[in-house]
């Protein structure tokens, strides 16, 4: 069933065997393999995040545009084209690190399962070995609420975009929410670690996100790229 992931669970594996050794604990080893991992990739989420922001800096004159041009698509899509341009703003761009990000997942599970059952942890003493499933349920709790709590931070403030609808924002992080509960309720335990050190990095980077300097990182280009 995992021979396509077969290489990068071999990787992994490898991976998390040594940190194992240096933390003397597979539940940290596996926190410690996460962070590896959200850093690897983290060239990716950024470019994912700044192609968000740049996307709710135009919602104002997208909105204005598909009034003016709405019954001439021709020329909407013209004009749209024109403001992704002036914007830096690539549509796909955000969509190749959710697809590298997919395979990762897949190996990690494919991990858990074949190597689990020779795993446990301090973090999870309830729960008899990593492959099992966690019989209270909290680790996939915890990971929707986590998940939740992410969803309601904005990246940052982008001056000009209207805010989201207090109704809307809280219905979107129920459905984001209901996701890794429904991945992880029936999943290795194992995987729920793995999903909540994740979703811990993404927390941290909003909080970044929030100060002046992850400001300037995450808005970097957006000048230059709507004078061009």
Not at 42 to 65: C, D, G, H, I, W
Not at 107 to 113: I, N, R, T, V
Not at 116 to 141: C, K, N, R, Y
Request: charged share 15%.
């Amino acid at each position: 069933m995992y021979t396509w992931f077969q290489p990068i669970i071999s990787l992994l594996a490898q991976v998390l065997s040594m940190l194992k050794a240096a933390l003397h604990d597979w539940g940290f080893a596996i926190v410690a393999l996460t962070l590896l991992v959200k850093l690897v990739l983290y060239r990716f989420n950024l470019t994912a995040a700044r192609q968000q922001v740049r996307s709710a800096a135009m919602n104002p004159r997208m909105k204005e545009l598909r009034e003016a041009y709405g019954q001439d698509p021709a020329v909407l899509l013209k004009e749209t084209s024109e403001l992704y341009r002036q914007h830096g703003y690539r549509p796909m761009a955000p969509f190749v690190g959710m697809l590298l990000q997919l395979p990762v997942l897949s190996a990690m599970y494919g991990l858990f399962m074949t190597h689990g059952s020779t795993m446990s942890s301090m973090l999870v003493p309830w729960v008899p070995h990593l492959a099992a499933i966690d019989p209270l349920h909290l680790v996939p709790v915890i990971t929707g609420l986590l998940s939740f709590v992410v969803s309601l931070i904005p990246l940052t403030e982008v001056p000009g975009a209207p805010p989201m609808p207090a109704g809307m924002k809280v219905l979107m992080g129920i459905l984001i929410m209901l996701i890794p509960v429904f991945v992880t309720w029936r999943a290795p335990v194992a995987l729920g670690l793995y999903w909540i050190s994740g979703t811990l990095f993404n927390l941290a980077e909003r909080v970044f996100y929030r100060t002046g300097w992850g400001r300037r990182l995450l808005t970097k280009g957006m000048a230059e790229a709507s004078e061009a």
